[in-house]
């Protein structure tokens, strides 16, 4: 495997978000050079203070030429305070959808990501996907509901609704949008008749083509839990 194929192994597990220091570490150069047909490693990442996502990452490789790819991770999320809450799914990178891994943390959360789908028959298209929590498939994974944009759920219009303050700065809209279509739960500042404003949390809703909105949590409140 040339050191070109390797950064663009490299390049690609940067776009999944990967930390350098687990692509960098050495362990994965190192089961290349070994020429295994197939590996796995792990690694963890903290996007709260109440859980840890684990990845299980298996590489396979190529049949074509002397080079190893990333077919698949599986996440798990960990609750510390509650292991019955635990949680898993397989992500493929070969099914036409690349899920990052704040994506996956954001879908086993129960929130819903916005993501482009290139099925190997037929057309690219957009959907909003969320796990469905109810139903799993064969291989034990929870079922994908998928949102299409026949569905008529519009980001940018649902938030055109609400009296947002930090809508009215272009580059501040970019990012809300961005982070909500990635799973992610945003603060923001309500405008209220009065003049007065609220800090709120928000994420979005497809499925009743709406937000859903949450008091924001003062760092006296955390404390006092």
Avoid: C
């Avoid at 350098?20 to 050495?26: M, N, Q």
């Avoid at 037929?122 to 026949?150: C, M, P, T």
């Amino acid at each position: 495997m040339t050191k070109t194929e390797i950064f663009n192994l490299y390049d690609h597990l940067r776009f999944l978000g990967f930390s350098p220091e687990f692509i960098l570490r050495g362990d994965l150069e190192r089961l290349i050079s070994e020429y295994w047909p197939a590996f796995e490693l792990s690694t963890t990442a903290n996007f709260s203070d109440q859980t840890e996502l684990k990845a299980d990452l298996h590489f396979v490789k190529s049949a074509e030429k002397d080079a190893y790819f990333l077919q698949k991770y599986r996440a798990i999320l960990h609750h510390p305070d509650d292991p019955a809450m635990e949680k898993s799914q397989t992500f493929s990178m070969t099914n036409g959808m690349q899920v990052k891994l704040k994506e996956a943390y954001n879908l086993l959360q129960g929130r819903v990501v916005f993501k482009e789908i290139a099925p190997s028959k037929g057309n690219k298209y957009n959907a909003w996907v969320q796990l469905n929590f109810k139903e799993k498939d064969a291989g034990g994974d929870f079922k994908l509901i998928k949102y299409r944009s026949h569905h008529g759920y519009e980001l940018a219009n649902v938030l055109n609704k609400y009296p947002i303050r930090e809508l009215a700065n272009n580059d501040l809209r970019d990012v809300i949008l961005q982070a909500m279509k990635s799973g992610d739960r945003r603060h923001v500042t309500f405008l209220k008749p009065s003049g007065k404003t609220e800090k709120k949390i928000i994420e979005a809703n497809p499925m009743l083509k709406t937000i859903n909105i949450f008091p924001a949590v003062t760092t006296s409140q955390k404390l006092a839990k």
